[in-house]
């Protein structure tokens, strides 16, 4: 698994995308990306489901994925009581995700920088 991290529409979509290219050009023919796996965090709390034990399931079942998650605890805290802990358990998950992650890059202005290398 890569894990891209970054801000806010910095491009790490697109980094994503040309690592996916890079992969399944490679053979590696399991190389998809998983965008904004913030959003899907924040959709799983609101449905009232644990989202560590989604992200544990997408990750064994697709060990080749590129994950793409926005850096939220840079920025105010948030009123809503809801943002805060989906704020917090993205920082949580992301933690994990790094740790697991074969590499982990760190996106700002279009310009990836390799974090972490196994």
Not at 63 to 78: A, W, Y
Not at 85 to 92: F, I, L, P, V
Request: hydrophobic content about 40%; proline content about 3%; aromatic content about 6%.
């Amino acid at each position: 698994m890569i894990l891209i991290t970054g801000g806010a529409w910095q491009g790490k979509k697109a980094f994503a995308d040309e690592l996916a290219r890079q992969e399944i050009a490679d053979g590696k023919s399991g190389a998809q990306v998983v965008a904004d796996i913030h959003e899907t965090i924040a959709e799983t709390m609101r449905e009232g489901k644990n989202p560590y034990v989604l992200v544990a399931e997408l990750t064994e079942k697709n060990p080749d994925l590129i994950i793409t998650v926005n850096e939220l605890g840079c920025g105010i805290v948030p009123i809503d009581a809801f943002d805060r802990e989906w704020r917090e358990t993205t920082g949580r998950i992301s933690c994990l995700l790094a740790e697991k992650a074969e590499r982990v890059y760190r996106v700002t202005c279009g310009i990836a920088t390799e974090i972490k290398t196994e």
